[in-house]
């Protein structure tokens, strides 16, 4: 019993090593957070945002800037939903934290047919919401929850269905050009944020709204990726990692090169033809090596071993 025990202590403490440092390396490589920042934390009652709220607050107090965290949550009125669950937990952990009350859901439900997806609309109404929340608050960030597996899920599903190479990116601007999105958890697998749920026992709320969709194309993709993972490990870390190592060149997009006035100029050009070129086939460990690797990390990095 005592070596059970410690074996699962452990462990819990590489989890808690990895996800910190994962973390703390998505914010150093996209300069997610600044020193006087105000981040809203958006917190679903879902495991990811618990986690990332619980990541974000360690990462806080070992951090070599100073910066704000309020937690924000928009209640979407939807039937059932334990409206006492987050201002609790929220309470206990001792963040500040706002609670808006909208009515999405019963706007979602009337204008789209049942059995269709809500995602989308419930996506944007969402977004308005929390934009405008941000500006009222005086957020400088919003942080959302996504991690690796969702920005690996957007790029597929924009591939496969939308003709499109595009993913979700860990920091962009929103579409009013007034806020910063940020996703500190992009670096981060969700089966880390599963064990890490579990181990933290976050009082988790369930998504009634969508998560009763079970042929969703997202859950298909995600199948897909957790299908590869098990038969071929360090596929997913090697198309993840994939998303930041583009050659234009040797892709199709007149817009990111111009192959129209593409001509010879004699010139020994080493990023040029590379299209035959033998495709290196790493091992395992040196897949995943590749995305989280022993580089050397900025400050925000240096203690998450300190557990």
Known sequence: MQADL???RLEQNKLSKRVMRETGR???????????DRVMVCVSGGKDSYSMLDILMTLRSRAPIDFEIVA??????????????????LTK?????????????SIVKRLIPEGKTT???CSRLRRGNLYRIAKELGATKIALGHHRDDILGTFFLN?????KLKAMPPKLVSDDGRHTVIRPLAYVPETDLIAYAEWKQFPI????????????????????????DKKNPGRVWNIFKALANV???????QQLFDFVGLKPDGCSNPQGDTAFDPVPIPSEAAAIENISGTRSFPLWTLHVDTY
């Not at 998505?26 to 006087?36: K, L, P, S």
């Not at 949550?73 to 609790?88: H, I, R, S, Y």
């Not at 709320?205 to 590869?228: A, F, H, Y």
């Not at 050659?247 to 997009?253: A, F, G, Q």
Request: glycine letters at 6%; proline letters at 7%.
């Open 6 to 8: 410690e074996r699962l």
């Open 26 to 36: 998505a914010i150093a490589d996209f300069n997610m957070i600044e020193a006087g």
């Open 72 to 89: 924000v949550n928009l209640d979407q009125m939807q039937p059932g939903f334990p409206t006492e669950v987050l201002p609790a937990y």
């Open 93 to 105: 952990v001792g963040v500040p934290f706002h609670i808006e009350k909208r009515d999405t859901y």
């Open 119 to 121: 995602c989308s609309l």
């Open 159 to 163: 591939m496969f269905y939308g003709a």
């Open 205 to 228: 709320i369930p998504c009634d709204l969508c998560g009763s969709q079970e042929n969703l194309k997202r859950k298909e993709v995600t199948c897909m990726l957790q299908e590869w």
């Open 247 to 253: 050659t234009p060149s040797h892709l199709m997009d």
